[in-house]
């Protein structure tokens, strides 16, 4: 199998992109709509450590939304077929994107006690939102998969 890359299909969610975005930086985005009656979309709690985890590594990585306005939905019993990850970036060429989600895959293989390599395999969507075309981006199929098809998009 290999991921399935779709433009256009896809858009952020209102009022998760970042008001200003940096060259050189990439951002999580929350992808739950908000909460009834609410207006702020919430993140997944699996994507809560992300950014810390990716500075750890020299990664600019952060948050889309201030501090203190986001909101993170715990889902229990979520097993891999649910991993998703949303980011947004200037452009899908940015070097950060790729090590982004590979941290990603590593940070959910060590909290579920799985093998790096097994993790690759596992289901993963990944959307991508770029800021300065306005272009949007959804990747789906294993870790690996997903990785090689960004690859190729930064190449084109």
């Not at 209102?14 to 009656?37: F, K």
């Not at 609410?38 to 993140?43: A, T």
């Not at 450590?49 to 986001?70: C, H, M, Q, S, Y």
């Not at 006690?113 to 990944?126: D, H």
């Amino acid at each position: 199998m290999t991921a399935r890359i779709t433009e256009g299909e896809w858009g952020p969610l209102p009022g998760s992109l970042p008001d200003i975005v940096n060259s050189d930086t990439v951002y999580v985005i929350p992808t739950r709509p908000p909460a009834e009656g609410g207006d702020v979309p919430r993140y997944n709690d699996m994507v809560r450590d992300l950014p810390k985890i990716a500075r750890e590594a020299g990664a600019p990585v952060e948050f889309a939304t201030p501090n203190g306005t986001r909101e993170f939905l715990a889902e229990y019993s979520v097993g891999p077929e649910m991993w998703a990850l949303g980011l947004a970036c200037l452009q899908i060429a940015s070097d950060w994107i790729i090590h982004t989600v590979t941290l990603f895959i590593s940070s959910r293989a060590k909290s579920q006690g799985w093998k790096q390599e097994e993790a690759s395999q596992l289901p993963l969507r990944v959307t991508v939102a770029e800021t300065s075309t306005g272009r949007n981006y959804a990747i789906e199929g294993s870790g690996a998969e997903v990785v090689e098809a960004l690859k190729v998009l930064q190449q084109g």
